[in-house]
């Protein structure tokens, strides 16, 4: 079994920062590729940050230079840096691990940008 718990979203001005963390359970952590994907309020969920087993990076081009991923495989923790916040980065944001060819989701954590 195979659990993703999110920590650390909240209420933000525009520019300023958060740090989302994401706790996983379960054995698989340092095989998946770890992952922060977001939704908006009538929007499909996208892909904002990935990163692999050998902690190599990808990120959306709307993030790029203001979010950084991170993970510990000895904590089993993957972490999203976010800089220069911006309205438009209002969502909801989840955990994800992909596990050869299997997905998990963590339940979600509402990251809001606003003055």
């Known amino acids: 079994q195979v659990q993703l718990v999110e920590f650390g979203g909240g209420l933000v001005q525009p520019g300023g920062s958060l740090r989302l963390s994401c706790a996983a359970s379960?054995?698989?952590?340092?095989?998946?590729?770890m992952g922060w994907y977001r939704q908006a309020p009538g929007s499909q969920r996208e892909l904002v940050a990935a990163?692999?087993?050998?902690?190599?990076?990808n990120y959306a081009d709307s993030v790029k230079g203001r979010f950084t991923i991170s993970r510990d495989n000895a904590k089993n923790t993957v972490s999203l840096q976010m800089n220069s916040l911006k309205p438009e980065d209002t969502a909801v944001y989840y955990c994800?691990?992909?596990?050869?060819?299997?997905?998990?989701w963590g339940q979600g954590t509402q990251v809001t940008v606003s003055s």
């Open positions: 994800h691990a992909a596990y050869f060819g299997i997905n998990y």
């Open positions: 379960g054995s698989i952590f340092s095989s998946s590729t």
């Open positions: 990163i692999t087993s050998g902690s190599s990076p």
